[in-house]
């Protein structure tokens, strides 16, 4: 059974994006540095000497940074152009005049998020068999799993009802209806 989107699919572009920001950006920059701080101190027991652990604390890193960065491009750079399309019917000057591009580079970066995800579990994996009933582990484990499912719903927030709007709008701006001449 699929996942209720737990959004109102009427909201305006602005409302959507706003609840994309206080609900899931907000969520990962508290949660990706708890999830940080549990990993240290699984490494700190188990040490880097196990390459499985190594790897996945290296990819666990690489994960946080990038998904950290993406928030912040959406945030400083995208959000803001889509807002003012919106609210003045402006069409960017930069990106050719068009948000098609910048958001096609989130869509992809999503999908990267997703693979480094799968790939990382192949090591988590290999490695958390090799310990039993770890506390800290296992709370970890727990909620980089709740993490994903948020991921799973900011995603699809923003790949099914934001960036659809925006290119609804902008095909709207760029080709006004024509009139009869009288
Ligand atoms: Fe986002
Ligand atoms: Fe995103």
């Given at each position: 059974?699929?996942?209720?989107?737990?959004?109102?699919?009427?909201?305006?572009?602005?409302?959507?994006?706003?609840?994309?920001?206080?609900?899931?950006?907000?969520?990962?920059?508290?949660e990706?540095?708890?999830?940080?701080?549990?990993?240290?101190?699984?490494?700190?027991?188990?040490?880097?000497?196990?390459?499985?652990?190594?790897?996945?604390?290296?990819?666990?890193?690489?994960?946080?940074?990038?998904?950290?960065?993406?928030?912040?491009?959406?945030?400083?750079?995208?959000?803001?152009?889509?807002?003012?399309?919106?609210?003045?019917?402006?069409?960017?000057?930069?990106?050719?005049?068009?948000?098609?591009?910048?958001?096609?580079?989130?869509?992809?970066?999503?999908?990267?998020?997703?693979?480094?995800?799968?790939?990382?579990?192949?090591?988590?994996?290999?490695?958390?068999?090799?310990?039993?009933?770890?506390?800290?582990?296992?709370?970890?484990?727990?909620?980089f799993?709740l993490l994903q499912?948020?991921?799973?719903?900011?995603?699809?927030?923003?790949?099914?009802?934001?960036?659809?709007?925006?290119?609804?709008?902008?095909?709207?701006?760029?080709?006004?209806?024509?009139?009869?001449?009288?």
């Amino acid at each position: 059974m699929t996942k209720k989107l737990p959004v109102n699919l009427e909201m305006t572009i602005s409302q959507a994006i706003e609840d994309v920001i206080s609900t899931h950006h907000r969520y990962l920059q508290d949660e990706l540095p708890k999830l940080q701080d549990l990993l240290d101190e699984v490494v700190l027991t188990y040490s880097l000497d196990d390459e499985n652990l190594k790897i996945y604390s290296q990819m666990f890193e690489v994960y946080r940074e990038t998904l950290c960065e993406h928030a912040i491009k959406e945030e400083k750079d995208l959000f803001p152009l889509c807002i003012e399309l919106e609210e003045n019917g402006t069409i960017p000057s930069v990106c050719r005049g068009s948000l098609v591009d910048p958001m096609d580079v989130m869509e992809g970066e999503h999908e990267a998020f997703d693979l480094l995800y799968q790939k990382m579990q192949e090591y988590l994996e290999r490695f958390s068999t090799e310990v039993k009933e770890d506390e800290v582990l296992g709370e970890f484990i727990k909620r980089f799993a709740l993490l994903q499912e948020d991921m799973l719903i900011h995603k699809m927030k923003e790949e099914n009802i934001i960036f659809p709007k925006v290119t609804i709008l902008e095909s709207a701006l760029a080709s006004p209806a024509v009139f009869p001449a009288y």
